[in-house]
């Protein structure tokens, strides 16, 4: 499985980005999916993550009620929608599947390269 993150850049406090996520390889639509972030000199951490059918959404407590997480398994894409950012959201963003478990917990199987949000004062 290949994944593809695109929509990273720069934008003010404030301001919203939506990130995306190709997949090919696999069936995508039997997968769930997440994102993940890593901020300068810290560890990766949880964002968001969707399971394989779009009905159920897990959010770390930092992004809930900014971030939306949502999928197309027609086209085979993820998509992130960030809102109200902050600058401490600034961090390369990547995207993730799991082909079985629980999208909240288990350790993903395949990973994209990430793309990076700044999100200026």
């Known amino acids: 499985v290949q994944l593809q993150a695109s929509g990273g850049g720069l934008v003010q406090a404030g301001g919203s980005l939506r990130l995306s996520c190709a997949a090919s390889?696999?069936?995508?639509?039997?997968?769930?999916a997440g994102w993940f972030r890593r901020a300068p000199g810290k560890e990766r951490e949880f964002v968001a993550a969707?399971?394989?059918?779009?009905?159920?959404?897990y959010y770390a407590d930092s992004v809930k009620g900014r971030f939306t997480i949502s999928r197309d398994n027609a086209k085979n894409t993820v998509a992130l929608q960030m809102n109200s950012l902050k600058p401490e959201d600034t961090a390369v963003y990547y995207c993730?599947?799991?082909?079985?478990?629980?999208?909240?917990?288990?350790?993903?199987?395949?990973w994209g390269r990430g793309t990076l949000v700044t999100v200026s004062s």
């Open positions: 993730a599947v799991l082909v079985r478990g629980n999208p909240a917990v288990h350790e993903y199987d395949y």
């Open positions: 969707i399971n394989w059918s779009g009905d159920n959404t």
């Open positions: 390889g696999g069936t995508f639509s039997t997968y769930h």
